[in-house]
């Protein structure tokens, strides 16, 4: 059974940084564009971020760049959203999600395998 597993995520004040973890479970990363999204209640879930299979070229929301950054590392099978200077806009739960394609997108319709989410809180 395929899953991605996630890991990080918590509290961290504002200005903060927290780093995100998103593991293939029962298969490897390498062949799949992945990409991180975050979800408000009542709000339609947001494309932070992605990264393509084999080139790792990367695509981010205009709201996160400069201070979101995602990376690779097949070796360890692990994709990671680095976030820095943390706003309190930035506070959702968070999934990777992963679909076995070249090129990645951040519309989460195009995407085939989830995290489990993790909930990121940005307070003072």
């Known amino acids: 059974q395929l899953q991605l597993v996630q890991s990080g995520g918590g509290l961290v004040q504002p200005g903060g940084s927290l780093r995100l973890s998103c593991a293939g479970s029962g298969f490897r990363l390498d062949d799949y564009a992945i990409g991180w999204f975050r979800q408000v209640p009542g709000k339609e879930r947001e494309g932070v971020s992605c990264i393509s299979a084999v080139d790792g070229s990367t695509n981010y929301a205009d709201s996160v760049k400069g201070r979101f950054t995602i990376s690779r590392d097949n070796a360890k099978g692990t994709v990671y959203l680095q976030m820095n200077s943390l706003k309190p806009d930035d506070a959702a739960v968070y999934y990777c999600?992963?679909?076995?394609?070249?090129?990645?997108?951040?519309?989460?319709?195009?995407?085939?395998?989830w995290g489990q989410g993790t909930q990121v809180t940005v307070s003072s």
């Open positions: 999600a992963a679909v076995l394609t070249f090129r990645c997108s951040r519309r989460y319709t195009e995407y085939m395998y």
